[in-house]
């Protein structure tokens, strides 16, 4: 059947239209779940992510027989998501000391954080050093200086240093960060001597290179040009190939299989190093994109031109569209199907406030609960008050039963502060 087709490639695993014609998502009738936690909120199945968690650690134990894999929190940084992460045998990237006390609070140990960040700030580096982070990233030429004078001998701390691979795959430009001119990392010019210079370091173990060529990749071949490119630079015992694994956002997107993704980076590993390296792989996205929806409210319907379907949430749970032109599908929770061309847009003071440019939803009226489906990397991460809005909560879901791992935002919250 079309629809359960539909369900299984960018909902949650496990999602369903129940008798009532209403989504089920972790077993949970979206339709109570709104009336419970109010809307717009994050409905996330906890079984989704373990399986893809499970699904992942297996394809690179099937491709590599030295593996290590770090969830990139910043995708969806919230304590519960990084607590099941790491119960799944993940390690956890952070990309501040913000960040890092989120990964800590969700229970994750020091040893298994890897500190990134192209602007670490002196507190980011020194509580970093401190914990005893299992690695830092080096960026740039400051980290280095300041790694000198934080670590102090005889600890060795391990650091990988980040390298632009001057790789451009084929993603939005916004969300591309290996190539030849970007803020990330050393470029090919630069990264020699960065890298002498870290091994001069006698309190640094400079344990490999990093790269992170970008985002919501569907072709994997640029990972072995990327590879290739680092081969100049020696050989070092680890490489860390960064994420990068697309999603499927809408019900045309075929991202690769996990399979396939860990086949493809381990193989090019092999084939410009050869066998015995150790790879690390930081996927974000892949892990967690699916595995949520958003629930809104349907505050007006209006037709002018063209017809507005407008929500109570829009660029502050959701910035991706408006930064750029993410591509979501939307469905009303309890009547799936087409028949009425819209725009779904926010609520927010900006023509912008666009979620899905070119919606088909049925028959929308105020009063209707939509579902936005694959908004579990980069929403709840980007989320802002913007207009006032209270952020929304995220609910995990499991087997039927909810529970709330991260509060509504109050008016309280809001003027927190203010001094
Ligand atoms: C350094 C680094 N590693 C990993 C990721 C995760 O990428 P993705 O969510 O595409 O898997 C990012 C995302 O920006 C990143 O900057």
């Given at each position: 059947?079309?629809?359960?087709?539909?369900?299984?490639?960018?909902?949650?695993?496990?999602?369903?239209?129940?008798?009532?014609?209403?989504?089920?998502?972790?077993?949970?009738?979206?339709?109570?779940l709104a009336?419970?936690f109010g809307t717009p909120a994050y409905i996330v199945?906890?079984?989704?992510?373990?399986?893809?968690?499970?699904?992942?650690?297996?394809?690179?134990?099937?491709?590599?027989?030295?593996?290590?894999?770090?969830?990139?929190?910043k995708a969806f940084p919230c304590?519960?998501i990084?607590?099941?992460?790491?119960?799944?045998?993940?390690?956890?990237?952070?990309?501040?000391?913000g960040?890092?006390?989120i990964?800590?609070?969700?229970?994750?140990?020091?040893?298994?954080?890897?500190?990134?960040?192209?602007?670490?700030?002196?507190?980011?580096?020194?509580?970093?050093?401190?914990?005893?982070?299992?690695?830092?990233?080096?960026?740039?030429?400051?980290?280095?200086?300041?790694?000198?004078?934080?670590?102090?001998?005889?600890?060795?701390?391990?650091?990988?240093?980040?390298?632009?691979?001057?790789?451009?795959?084929?993603?939005?430009?916004a969300?591309?960060?290996?190539?030849?001119?970007?803020?990330?990392?050393?470029?090919?010019?630069?990264?020699?001597?960065?890298?002498?210079?870290?091994?001069?370091?006698?309190?640094?173990?400079?344990?490999?290179?990093?790269?992170?060529?970008?985002?919501?990749?569907?072709?994997?071949?640029?990972?072995?040009?990327?590879?290739?490119?680092?081969?100049?630079?020696?050989?070092?015992?680890?490489?860390?190939?960064?994420?990068?694994?697309?999603?499927?956002y809408?019900?045309?997107?075929?991202?690769?299989?996990?399979?396939?993704?860990?086949?493809?980076?381990?193989?090019?590993?092999?084939?410009?190093?050869?066998?015995?390296?150790?790879?690390?792989?930081?996927?974000?996205?892949?892990?967690v994109a699916?595995?949520c929806v958003t629930l809104y409210s349907v505050e007006s319907?209006?037709?002018?031109?063209?017809?507005y379907v407008a929500v109570d949430g829009g660029m502050s749970d959701n910035l991706r569209p408006m930064l750029y032109g993410a591509r979501y599908?939307a469905?009303?929770?309890?009547?799936?199907?087409?028949?009425?061309?819209?725009h779904l847009v926010g609520k927010h003071c900006e023509s912008g406030d666009i979620l899905i440019r070119?919606a088909?939803?049925?028959?929308?009226?105020?009063?209707d609960l939509v579902v936005v489906p694959a908004t579990g990397a980069y929403g709840h991460a980007m989320a802002n008050n913007y207009n006032g809005a209270l952020r929304p909560p995220v609910i995990?879901?499991?087997?039927?039963?909810?529970?709330v791992v991260v509060r509504r935002e109050s008016d309280d919250d809001l003027l927190v502060r203010d001094?």
């Amino acid at each position: 059947m079309a629809e359960t087709e539909l369900l299984e490639n960018v909902y949650p695993i496990g999602s369903r239209l129940n008798e009532l014609g209403r989504l089920e998502v972790g077993g949970c009738d979206v339709v109570e779940l709104a009336a419970e936690f109010g809307t717009p909120a994050y409905i996330v199945a906890e079984d989704d992510l373990r399986a893809r968690a499970r699904g992942l650690q297996s394809a690179f134990g099937a491709a590599s027989d030295d593996f290590e894999l770090i969830f990139a929190s910043k995708a969806f940084p919230c304590a519960a998501i990084c607590a099941l992460f790491a119960e799944e045998g993940f390690g956890c990237d952070v990309a501040s000391a913000g960040e890092m006390a989120i990964a800590l609070s969700g229970g994750v140990p020091a040893a298994k954080i890897q500190m990134h960040g192209n602007a670490k700030s002196e507190l980011d580096l020194q509580r970093a050093v401190e914990l005893g982070v299992g690695a830092i990233v080096v960026d740039n030429l400051r980290d280095l200086d300041r790694l000198e004078r934080l670590v102090e001998s005889p600890a060795k701390q391990r650091v990988y240093l980040r390298v632009a691979p001057g790789i451009n795959p084929d993603t939005h430009p916004a969300i591309s960060t290996g190539g030849p001119n970007t803020k990330f990392g050393f470029d090919l010019e630069h990264a020699p001597a960065a890298i002498a210079r870290a091994q001069q370091i006698g309190s640094l173990n400079l344990a490999g290179l990093h790269f992170h060529i970008g985002s919501q990749i569907f072709d994997l071949s640029p990972f072995e040009g990327a590879l290739q490119s680092l081969a100049s630079l020696g050989d070092f015992k680890a490489y860390n190939l960064g994420g990068g694994l697309a999603a499927a956002y809408t019900a045309q997107d075929q991202p690769p299989s996990y399979a396939e993704y860990a086949a493809v980076k381990a193989g090019a590993l092999e084939s410009v190093f050869g066998p015995g390296h150790r790879l690390l792989d930081e996927p974000g996205r892949a892990l967690v994109a699916n595995g949520c929806v958003t629930l809104y409210s349907v505050e007006s319907v209006k037709r002018n031109v063209d017809t507005y379907v407008a929500v109570d949430g829009g660029m502050s749970d959701n910035l991706r569209p408006m930064l750029y032109g993410a591509r979501y599908e939307a469905e009303i929770a309890d009547r799936f199907g087409g028949g009425t061309a819209c725009h779904l847009v926010g609520k927010h003071c900006e023509s912008g406030d666009i979620l899905i440019r070119g919606a088909d939803l049925n028959q929308p009226a105020a009063g209707d609960l939509v579902v936005v489906p694959a908004t579990g990397a980069y929403g709840h991460a980007m989320a802002n008050n913007y207009n006032g809005a209270l952020r929304p909560p995220v609910i995990f879901a499991s087997n039927g039963d909810a529970r709330v791992v991260v509060r509504r935002e109050s008016d309280d919250d809001l003027l927190v502060r203010d001094v």
